[in-house]
């Protein structure tokens, strides 16, 4: 089962309600004794944006969780695709490009669409990619990673390349117009030349959070996923900095990555 809190959202009635004494124990590992999966009655919140959101919600309803749809972001376009526009044109000069996220790729392969490029100007290029779905969505395209480090953050791929490997290197970073700087700036640092343009932007979306503000109240939600600060930090603003502690009590909360955590 699952419902979204969105701008369709609908109230719960009475006979959807948790019965927190019969499903004790999913979440903290402990024995259940009549068979039903781990998350059985268990509400779940996925924040990210809904169109990216099936996997997650799949994965959680096969555990016979029940999902919530609470999208804490939006991807769009970045305000100007023109610094983009200006790299995919002469893509060719890049030694690297590094991706890191499936919203890079996906942005990026529409932008050389848009301008009547194709995949195969990537041959020679070296492709990096932070974690394992972005790696993914570059193979949909035809294209393998030639970095894929573990753990899933922008440290990982510095961990795997060398000062003298990129010195003199140009690299191409398609990303979100707000991110952390360490991946470029390490970069420039060993000597190369870094190009980072907006590939898309994460926007607060227009949520009714009324009834996921009232389970909550209730201590009716078992856990809430974050897979990105963004979620993270627009979460926080949808419901009040000021009244998020209170107000998720003793709510679980699931994070991807030490950033998001962070």
Same mark, same amino acid.
């Given at each position: 089962?699952?419902?979204?809190?969105?701008?369709?959202?609908?109230?719960?009635?009475?006979?959807?309600?948790?019965?927190?004494?019969?499903?004790?124990?999913?979440?903290?590992?402990?024995?259940?004794?009549?068979?039903?999966?781990?998350?059985?009655?268990?509400?779940?919140?996925?924040?990210?944006?809904?169109?990216?959101?099936?996997?997650?919600?799949?994965?959680?309803?096969?555990?016979?969780?029940?999902?919530?749809?609470?999208?804490?972001?939006?991807?769009?376009?970045?305000?100007?695709?023109?610094?983009?526009?200006?790299?995919?044109?002469?893509?060719?000069?890049?030694?690297?490009?590094?991706?890191?996220?499936?919203?890079?790729?996906?942005?990026?392969?529409? %932008? =050389?669409?848009?301008?009547?490029?194709?995949?195969?100007? *990537?041959?020679? #290029?070296?492709?990096?990619? @932070? /974690? +394992?779905? !972005?790696?993914?969505?570059?193979?949909?395209?035809?294209?393998?990673?030639?970095?894929?480090?573990?753990?899933?953050?922008?440290?990982?791929?510095?961990?795997?390349?060398?000062?003298?490997?990129?010195?003199?290197?140009?690299?191409?970073?398609?990303?979100?117009?707000?991110?952390?700087?360490?991946?470029?700036?390490?970069?420039?640092?060993?000597?190369?030349?870094?190009?980072?343009?907006?590939?898309?932007?994460?926007?607060?979306?227009?949520?009714?959070?009324?009834?996921?503000?009232?389970?909550?109240?209730?201590?009716?939600?078992?856990?809430?996923?974050?897979?990105?600060?963004?979620?993270?930090?627009?979460?926080? %603003? =949808?419901?009040?900095?000021?009244?998020?502690?209170?107000? *998720?009590?003793? #709510?679980?909360?699931?994070? @991807? /990555? +030490?950033? !998001?955590?962070?």
């Amino acid at each position: 089962p699952r419902f979204c809190v969105g701008r369709d959202a609908r109230q719960l009635g009475p006979s959807q309600k948790v019965n927190r004494a019969r499903t004790s124990g999913a979440l903290d590992g402990r024995s259940n004794t009549d068979n039903r999966k781990p998350l059985f009655g268990k509400r779940i919140v996925i924040t990210r944006a809904r169109s990216q959101a099936g996997e997650l919600a799949r994965r959680i309803e096969e555990l016979e969780g029940e999902v919530i749809y609470c999208p804490a972001i939006e991807i769009e376009s970045p305000e100007s695709c023109d610094a983009l526009d200006r790299a995919i044109a002469v893509i060719q000069i890049y030694d690297w490009l590094i991706f890191t996220s499936v919203n890079g790729v996906e942005r990026f392969r529409m %932008r =050389l669409q848009r301008l009547s490029g194709s995949i195969s100007k *990537l041959t020679g #290029t070296q492709i990096a990619a @932070i /974690g +394992p779905q !972005t790696a993914a969505r570059l193979a949909r395209e035809g294209l393998k990673p030639a970095v894929v480090p573990k753990p899933y953050l922008a440290e990982g791929i510095l961990h795997m390349l060398i000062p003298d490997m990129m010195r003199g290197k140009r690299v191409l970073i398609p990303r979100a117009a707000k991110a952390r700087d360490i991946l470029p700036e390490t970069l420039r640092a060993w000597g190369a030349t870094v190009d980072v343009v907006d590939a898309y932007r994460t926007v607060v979306p227009d949520t009714n959070i009324s009834v996921l503000r009232t389970l909550l109240h209730e201590q009716n939600v078992d856990m809430i996923t974050f897979t990105s600060s963004s979620t993270v930090v627009n979460f926080a %603003r =949808l419901f009040g900095v000021e009244y998020l502690g209170e107000l *998720l009590g003793s #709510t679980a909360t699931g994070c @991807i /990555g +030490p950033i !998001t955590q962070g």
